[in-house]
T-cell receptor, first 111, second 113 residues
């Protein structure tokens, strides 16, 4: 089976940088994804890492270390609209699309 | 068009009712999914369809019955549900079964009374 750990809540101020960590234990591993979900909204894909290293997409970056079973999402120049829940999700070896989500991190951005 | 639509937005049903949730996408995606999400919890995968065939059924009770009439449509038929089945039901799609990026619909908020 799969289990993922991420902090339940993070608070930061506008303009700051925040890092949301995710550690996972899986019977197989294909890649690590990150999704954002605003209250009452649909999850939205942010990034995906299959290989070790950093992937950058605008203000958001995602990092993966397969040897440490660890990844993080880095949000820079925080804006109020970034207040949302962030989920990491793993895909096992045999089905890249069969996502198992972590419990989610609720990010609150304050002025 | 990068949208997944779901109807209805809200549904209240009794335990003896039969109802259906509908999902549609016109992105040419060949994989579609149903997830269940309880409040303040992550989405949980229920079913995966790949090229209109059910490929994954995550041990979901038989009172939930999925159907994929064609490559753009996905239904979830509901019958004899329990109050604990009340949740947000999310539909998603991806280009194919190997794609890692899934596009989610806004969900149907289901309440079972």
């Amino acid at each position: 089976g799969q289990s993922l750990e991420q902090p339940s809540e993070v608070t930061a101020v506008e303009g700051a940088i925040v890092q949301i960590n995710c550690t996972y234990q899986t019977s197989g591993f294909y890649g690590l994804s990150w999704y954002q979900q605003h209250d009452g909204g649909a999850p939205t894909f942010l990034s995906y890492n299959a290989l070790d290293g950093l992937e950058e997409t605008g203000r958001f970056s995602s990092f993966l270390s397969r040897s440490d079973s660890y990844g993080y999402l880095l949000l820079q120049e925080l804006q109020m609209k970034d207040s949302a829940s962030y989920f990491c999700a793993v895909s096992p070896n045999n089905a890249g699309n069969m996502l198992t989500f972590g419990g989610g991190t609720r990010l609150m951005v304050k002025p | 068009d990068t949208e997944v639509t779901q109807t209805p937005k809200h549904l209240v049903m009794g335990m003896t009712n039969k109802k259906s949730l509908k999902c549609e996408q016109h992105m040419g995606h060949r994989a579609m999914y149903w997830y269940k999400q309880k409040a303040k919890k992550p989405p949980e995968l229920m079913f995966v369809y790949s090229y209109e065939k059910l490929s994954i059924n995550e041990s979901v009770p038989s009172r939930f019955s999925p159907e994929c009439p064609n490559s753009s449509l996905l239904n979830l038929h509901l019958h004899a549900l329990q109050p604990e089945d009340s949740a947000l039901y999310l539909c998603a799609s991806s280009q194919d079964s190997g794609s890692h990026e899934q596009y989610f619909g806004p969900g149907t908020r289901l309440t079972v009374t």
